[in-house]
């Protein structure tokens, strides 16, 4: 799955002007940088409220292949430039990180 499919299946509203087709082979909800710096993989679509050039920084070293902000979080207008910089599309959604996990997660086969 690319994070275009994710970004159709889920309803996201795209933030960035990124048309990269990234794939997506699995996801990580977390809003400590460091917790996901050390935990997250990459090919994973990042779930967060942390809308903020210091969370792009961490997706770039991570190779995250996408960030999705959950809640209707705000992203900062640097976060969104470093991003496009970096090529790492964001997206927005207002479900919870909990519910956007778990339908990200049975359209990746990882729940029933």
Excluded: F
């Excluded at 690319?2 to 990124?18: G, M, R, V, Y």
């Excluded at 990459?42 to 070293?61: D, H, P, R, S, Y």
């Amino acid at each position: 799955m690319t994070n275009k499919d994710l970004e159709k299946a889920l309803a996201l509203k795209a933030l960035t002007s990124i048309d990269a087709e990234n794939e997506v082979e699995g996801c990580y909800v977390g809003d400590l940088l460091s917790w996901v710096m050390g935990r997250a993989n990459e090919k994973e679509a990042w779930i967060t409220v942390m809308g903020n050039v210091n969370a792009v920084a961490v997706a770039k070293l991570v190779d995250i292949s996408c960030i999705i902000l959950c809640e209707d979080a705000h992203l900062d207008d640097e976060a969104k430039q470093r991003a496009e910089e970096n090529g790492i599309p964001i997206y927005s959604s207002g479900e919870t990180a909990y519910r956007l996990a778990v339908r990200a997660g049975k359209l990746l086969g990882e729940i029933e």
